[in-house]
T-cell receptor, first 115, second 115 residues
């Protein structure tokens, strides 16, 4: 198993540009989520999905869109990038979510710089 | 709402010694789970240890153990026989159960193991 993969590893955008951060997992996990990590703030949840076709907002959803058309993929879209979206983005997945105890597996992260 | 607080931004320990990282949390959930994640310079998020709140026994994983004080809402991580490879950022996190459970992170403690 490749686990959780993210592409690209690093991206530079100009303000107003759009892009999609890709996330895929090959573990047949129900639950997938996106976090952003900023200095001094830990990881904050952007959006999450409890299964194909089902998504919901986390703590900091503004400026981001997600969709989950398949179990494996959970892309994060920035429609109009802003400098405040400069961050490191992590995708994570777990087998399920109902009990809360399931281990979340994290991808290697995507560094995004918005100029 | 869940909150997780790590009051030690940075800590240092000599190789082979023991160090304890502090974490306090607050939650309205009756059933919840607590985690410690390690983030080395590679930025990969790695699960170190997990504690189920309904279990009184403290979790241990080799050199890593926790001191879970449920009434005080405290969840500290003890690292014994510290090794240079333990140098990393450590995040405490909590997660409730149910359909909308989310993993909430603290702001992290940067641990440096000195030779």
């Amino acid at each position: 198993n490749a686990g959780v993969t993210q592409t690209p590893k690093f991206q530079v955008l100009k303000t107003g540009q759009s892009m999609t951060l890709q996330c895929a997992q090959d573990m047949n996990h129900e639950y997938m989520s996106w976090y952003r990590q900023d200095p001094g703030m830990g990881l904050r949840l952007i959006h999450y999905s409890v299964g194909a076709g089902i998504t919901d907002q986390g703590e900091v959803p503004n400026g981001y869109n997600v969709s989950r058309s398949t179990t494996e993929d959970f892309p994060l879209r920035l429609l109009s990038a802003a400098p405040s979206q400069t961050s490191v983005y992590f995708c994570a997945s777990s087998y399920t979510f109902w009990t809360g105890k399931e281990t979340q597996y994290f991808g290697p992260g995507t560094r995004l710089l918005v100029l | 709402a869940q909150t997780v607080t790590q009051s030690q931004p940075e800590m240092s320990v000599q190789e082979a010694e023991t160090v304890t990282l502090s974490c306090t949390y607050d939650t309205s959930e009756s059933n919840y789970y607590l985690f410690w994640y390690k983030q080395p310079p590679s930025r990969q998020m790695i699960l170190v240890i997990r504690q189920e709140a309904y279990k009184q026994q403290n979790a241990t994983e080799n050199r890593f153990s926790v001191n879970f004080q449920k009434a005080a809402k405290s969840f500290s991580l003890k690292i014994s026989d510290s090794q240079l490879g333990d140098t990393a950022m450590y995040f405490c996190a909590s997660r409730g159960g149910g359909a909308t459970n989310k993993l909430i992170f603290g702001t992290g403690t940067l641990l440096a193991v000195q030779p």
